[in-house]
């Protein structure tokens, strides 16, 4: 097996809070190995936007003592200041929200020039040039001219594609994006899409795609890691994992997804998931989701530390009591 | 305004009883009345004040027999050194200080700068001024205090006319800083790899500086107040002085002309500050203006 591209063992991230302490993370395990897409899933609050901050080192206060490694590099620290942490090479992200995750009064050039000679260590001419060439890697008409633009003057979809940019010009092996698509709408959506698998198959680039959409994972995710009450639950391939969800968890996510690909008239009423996620600052003994499992086992489920992962079968492992008993 | 000037001019008091004060004889006062056209009817008055003002000619200084505009053009540069080194004393100082009452907020530079700029704020031009030319005037004999001799004369009602401005550009900025930093993009610059200083300066004080210039750009106004008592405390020769001396003689052609000159500048200085700000923000520049459509 080739060792992974990103290593994240026990990221755990603590927020202070005026209520109190907010366990946002609680030690989550994953791997990225070179060239492939790993889909992380869950429920809103799940800790999949903190885990990302925390891999690119750009989540500020808050994060703990946890082992985040890109192949060969040194170990990162979670615990950082968002303006002193050093940047981590090789990695890249694509925000969520587009409009706000640019700077308002910069022109899309400027700002993308920036990030160009940094990594690429020119000046001038050759910034202009490289911003150019990016800009229409992404599929922008007249990239001169978007170059010259203000965020505002884009819509949505062209603003994307400049963040996609912007993430390219730091030449990453990895790009982490945070639901790059939620915030567009669907035909734009596809198209984003499409540009992201394109930049796999051309770049080689591994991703950490985190999505709550079934059907963008299994438009281009190779494997997914679910993730519930700031762990990770099972992560499995794409295909096996929603052929045969092992967890409870993953088992109830899937069926709480409207199902569209059924023969006309079938479609099944999407089955709505009991309860509410944990509260991160009073999660639950035992295993998180034990209150909601519509199998949890009393006396086991809701005592004991939660769950190590269980190996089952290739690249499977879910978290559960029931599959460890 | 030329009605309020020219009516509120008349009504405190007629400058012969100011600038003669062992007294005239009727037929002096006759005779300077008729020589500056204030034997006429007010309304006579008006209109000769206008038609005189329609074709470039200010009136000349009762006091001192003087076309008014050459009273304000020999003071104009010692008011105009005043005010630019003030500006740029304002700037020099409280840029980095606002910056750093936000980067170090909490903590004790940022106390520091925070401190600087409360007493900024809350002492009077007056007080600060009585203060600087005790302790480095009298006191110390480091600068002189009155006239506008060398530029050394100039020090001391600079920093006093620089510190009320020192103070609202820390408070504003620390603000803006502080509300920059927890936006989105901020964290965008990091992920590109941008050094946390290239981040702060570039992005964060790039962005938080703008709303700043409309509260500096409009306390110019201020400035221009505050010049016309420190003039007068330091004795340095400018137009404050000039105004000021006029106001207590009654100059009616010299006060007017001052009136009238301020209401310009303070027009000015407000359209100059909407179209700086427009220049600073794009979003301001081009609002409304169309997007660019989806390919
Ligand atoms: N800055 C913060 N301060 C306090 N708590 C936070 C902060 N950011 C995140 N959290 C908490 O951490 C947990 C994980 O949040 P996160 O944003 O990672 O969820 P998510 O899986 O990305 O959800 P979504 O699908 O809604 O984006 C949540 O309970 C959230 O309330
Ligand atoms: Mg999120």
Redesign the interface.
């Known amino acids: 097996m080739t060792p992974p591209l990103l290593s994240v063992r026990g990221l755990g991230v603590t927020f202070a809070t005026p209520f109190g302490p907010v366990r946002g993370l609680d030690g989550a395990d994953f791997d990225v190995a070179p060239g492939e897409i790993l889909a992380l899933v869950g429920e809103s609050g799940s800790g999949k936007s903190v885990a990302s901050l925390a891999v690119m080192g750009v989540l500020g206060p808050g994060g703990d003592g946890a082992r985040v490694q890109v192949e060969g590099s040194a170990i990162w620290d979670a615990k950082v200041d968002l303006l002193r942490a050093p940047h981590r090479p090789g990695l890249a992200m694509v925000f969520q929200e587009p409009m706000t995750a640019l700077n308002p009064v910069l022109r899309i050039g400027r700002t993308i020039g920036e990030a160009v000679a940094r990594h690429d260590g020119v000046r001038g001419e050759a910034v202009t040039a490289r911003v150019t060439t990016l800009l229409a890697e992404m599929g922008l008409p007249d990239p001169a001219r978007v170059a010259r633009a203000y965020p505002h003057e884009l819509s949505g979809g062209m603003r994307q594609r400049a963040l996609i940019a912007l993430a390219m010009a730091c030449r990453p092996r990895l790009l982490i994006a945070d639901e790059p698509t939620t915030a567009l709408d669907s035909t734009v959506q596809a198209r984003v899409l499409g540009l992201l698998a394109g930049l796999r198959r051309s770049h080689g680039l591994a991703m950490l795609l985190v999505t709550h959409d079934f059907g963008v994972v299994a438009q281009i995710a190779d494997r997914v890691a679910v993730m519930y009450g700031g762990r990770v639950v099972e992560t499995g391939p794409v295909a096996a994992l929603l052929a045969h969800p092992a967890h409870p968890y993953t088992r109830a996510l899937l069926a709480a997804v409207p199902r569209l690909d059924l023969a006309r008239g079938e479609a099944l009423p999407a089955e709505e998931m009991p309860g509410t996620p944990p509260d991160p600052r009073h999660p639950p003994p035992g295993c998180r989701f034990h209150p909601r499992c519509a199998v949890a086992r009393p006396g086991l489920c809701d005592s004991g530390p939660p769950p190590a992962p269980q190996a089952l079968g290739p690249g499977r492992a879910a978290a559960c009591h029931l599959l460890a008993a | 305004m030329l009605v309020v000037t020219f009516a509120g001019a008349r009504i405190s008091g007629n400058p012969f009883d100011y600038l003669y004060d062992d007294g005239l004889t009727a037929e002096q006062r006759a005779e300077l009345s008729a020589e500056f056209g204030l034997d006429r009817p007010l309304p006579a008055q008006f209109a000769a004040y206008v038609g005189a003002l329609a074709t470039g000619n200010f009136g000349v200084s009762i006091a001192q027999r003087r076309p008014v505009l050459d009273l304000y053009a020999e003071a104009l540069p010692s008011t105009l050194v005043l005010a630019v080194s003030a500006f740029a004393l304002t700037l020099a100082v409280g840029l980095p200080l606002g910056v750093l009452a936000a980067?170090r907020r909490g903590r004790f530079w940022g106390g520091v700068a925070m401190g600087v700029a409360f007493l900024g704020y809350a002492m009077p031009h007056f007080v600060l001024a009585i203060i600087l030319v005790l302790v480095f005037g009298l006191a110390l004999s480091w600068l002189p205090s009155v006239g506008g001799d060398t530029p050394w004369h100039y020090v001391l009602p600079t920093v006093t006319l620089a510190a009320g401005l020192v103070a609202s550009v820390v408070r504003f900025l620390r603000g803006e800083m502080l509300e920059v930093?927890g936006?989105?993009?901020?964290?965008?610059?990091?992920?590109?790899?941008?050094?946390?200083p290239r981040?702060?300066w570039?992005?964060v004080a790039?962005?938080a500086a703008?709303p700043v210039l409309t509260i500096v750009g409009l306390q110019l106004n201020g400035l221009i107040n505050g010049s016309l008592i420190i003039e007068t405390v330091f004795a340095l020769p400018g137009i404050g002085q000039t105004f000021v001396g006029a106001v207590q003689v009654r100059d009616y052609p010299v006060l007017q002309f001052g009136v009238m000159a301020y209401a310009l500048v303070v027009v000015v200085i407000n359209l100059g500050v909407d179209a700086l700000y427009a220049v600073?923000?794009?979003?301001i520049r081009?609002g409304g203006?169309t997007?660019?459509?989806?390919?």
């Open positions: 980067v930093m936006q989105d993009h901020v964290r965008t610059a990091r992920a590109t790899g941008l050094s946390g981040v702060l570039g992005h790039r962005n703008l600073a923000d794009p979003r081009r203006a997007r660019m459509a989806e390919a």
